[in-house]
């Protein structure tokens, strides 16, 4: 499959994950990926893989939380790619906490890096998509951007932003042929749920497998889904299919 030969996409949150999941099927498809994240090894690994299989990588170090950071890893990024025609905001972070116990620094940390990060992703790439004539932004959310989670209320309410900035992406800038999405994922089978199971056991003494099925009951899952489950939803998105699908929360379940 070569879908997007071609094209060039930066993967944030890509050492690991959803996000490794899909740097890997976009490499697969022919695009060159930028593979952001914070753990330099991590992000070496999977270029590693791409360039094993033929594809064409670069790692770049940067904390999406941090706007400067973000700027110049896309300035790197470009000076080794080109132009970023797909951007994918995966990066995200999350906890499991009362708000009553949510400080101010927890709420800050969880806002500034699941919507302030994918908006300054968002601002770095949208100028040079709009130069170019389209471009794709696909945002990794969540089913908490749509039904909400308890005991997670700054993620809840920070992936209900991400689905509105990429809302109001969409109808801005479907005059320039750019489309933005949100993917929904119910839990999938990453670190970020291991930590939610690990959470679970600890405050609630249940074993492991009885945290792992009330955390799917609470998302109404039969299963968890696989990152690569997720990489296929944006492959779709980022391909020839995805060019009519804007403004849109694909959930997965």
Known sequence: ??????????????????????????????????????????????????????GRAVAVVCDVADAAQVYAAFDTARAALGP????????????????????????????????????????????????????????????????GMPFSVAYSAAKHGLLGLTRSLALELQRYHITANAICPAWVETDMMAGAIDALVEKTGRSRDEARAALLARGGQQRSISPEEVAVAALRLAGPDGATISGEAIMLQ
């Open 1 to 54: 499959m070569s879908t997007l030969n071609g094209k060039m996409a930066v993967v944030t949150g890509g050492g690991r994950g959803i996000g490794k999941a899909i740097a890997l099927t976009f490499a697969g498809a022919g695009a060159a990926v930028a593979v952001a994240g914070r753990n330099r090894a991590a992000l070496d690994a999977v270029c590693a893989t791409i360039a094993a299989r033929g």
């Open 84 to 147: 970023c025609d797909i951007l994918v905001n995966n990066a995200g972070v999350t906890y499991s906490a009362r708000f009553a116990d949510t400080d101010d620094a927890l709420w800050d940390q969880v806002v500034r890096v699941n919507l302030h990060g994918a908006y300054y992703c968002c601002k770095a790439v949208v100028p040079t998509m709009i130069d170019h004539g389209g471009g794709r932004i696909i945002n990794i959310a969540s089913m908490a951007a749509v039904v």
